[in-house]
């Protein structure tokens, strides 16, 4: 049998080595008894020895974000993560430890996004507290449990969509579109902007269901989003109002803007070849919210419903402001 011959400085050094390994599984195991939940994150728990900015962590946690195990300094610091994290999290995962560290809150605990090797972003949940301070009272060690919540992240969002978005075009629903239009309202009585509403439908659309049948009908209604979308600004707002009603919120917009605006569109849709040589119109609406201050938001859209109607009134494919 070959045994490993070292120097004696050598030697030394791994018993150093393994001495430092041995004090923080210890602190490790201290601060796992002294935690008041017992269960542990799906990608295990963790200790910061807040000295020595020494972090002792399950490997899954580095493993998840791309690294392997031997790419990872085995006593690596909190700036390994906190490096990593999503420039919209870091000031607030940051005070967030800082004021557990001082007292503050009873335990750290936030959801953040952390950059992946390749990266990308994974959403984390992270969860801990002091567990040994000095006869001083500054924090020593911090033990915590970490999970993996990106696919509940990716949950919500889907959730949240679906609560905002039309499901047949992708644009605002008729509540998210009310949503934006208060908020601009609101905006409005601060600073003055003015700003339009703008409501449109589509001239005998019910000619095209019945010809056409509904599927023909529903690929109408996407094309004209897509030509409406490409058409308005990135700080305007579109929505779905109805089953073939549209509404456009122009922000920082005058009555001649929105005209303009509106008479773009018009144009965009009478010119495009739809299925079936279908030949496409829209009456528009225009209402100036600038001049609404002392009304609310259903007398507004009230008005731009008006206008449209008058539209229709006067032969169809046409605005009225």
């Given amino acids: 049998m070959k045994y490993e011959t070292c120097s004696k ?3 030394i050094q791994k018993i150093a080595a393994l001495d430092k390994e041995l004090e923080m599984l210890r602190k490790e195991k201290e601060s796992y008894e002294k935690l008041d939940y017992p269960w542990a994150g799906n990608l295990g728990r963790w200790v910061w020895d807040v ?3 020494q972090v002792s962590c399950n490997p899954k946690k580095f493993e998840a974000i ?3 195990r031997e790419e990872v300094d085995p006593y690596i610091g909190y700036d390994f993560f906190t490096e990593r994290l999503h420039t919209e999290d870091y000031a607030r995962v940051m005070e967030n430890m800082r004021a557990h560290l001082y007292g503050e809150i009873e335990a750290y605990e936030v959801e ?3 950059r992946c090797k390749d990266g990308s972003y994974k959403w984390y949940y992270d969860r801990g507290v002091v567990t040994k301070r000095s006869t001083s009272g500054q924090p020593l060690v911090v033990a915590g449990i970490v999970f993996d919540i990106s696919t509940q992240k990716e949950i919500e969002e889907k959730l949240r969509r679906s609560a905002q978005e039309d499901a047949l075009t992708g644009i605002m629903n008729r509540r998210a579109i009310i949503v934006f239009l208060e908020k601009e309202m ?4 601060r600073t003055q902007s003015p700003f339009c509403l703008m409501m449109f439908d589509i001239d005998h659309f019910k000619r095209v ?3 056409y049948g509904h599927l023909v009908g529903d690929e109408v209604i996407q094309q004209i989003t897509k030509l409406i979308s490409n058409e308005i600004r990135q700080v305007d ?3 779905r109002y109805g089953g073939e009603e549209f509404l456009v919120v122009m922000t920082d917009c005058t009555p001649d803007s929105a005209h303009i ?3 773009r569109i018009k144009d965009k849709i009478q010119q495009h070849r739809f299925s079936n040589d279908l030949q496409i119109t829209v009456s528009i609406g225009i209402s100036d919210c600038s001049s609404c201050t002392n009304k609310d938001i259903e007398e507004i859209i009230r008005e731009a419903d008006q206008k449209m109607y008058v539209s229709k009134a006067n032969g169809r494919n046409c605005i009225t402001t």
């Fill in 51 to 53: 000295k020595q900015n």
């Fill in 9 to 11: 400085s050598e030697l």
């Fill in 112 to 114: 953040y996004r952390i």
């Fill in 209 to 211: 269901n019945d010809k």
């Fill in 261 to 263: 605006l509106a008479k």
């Fill in 66 to 68: 791309g690294f392997k």
């Fill in 186 to 189: 609101e905006r409005f009585k």
């Fill in 237 to 239: 707002g579109v929505g």
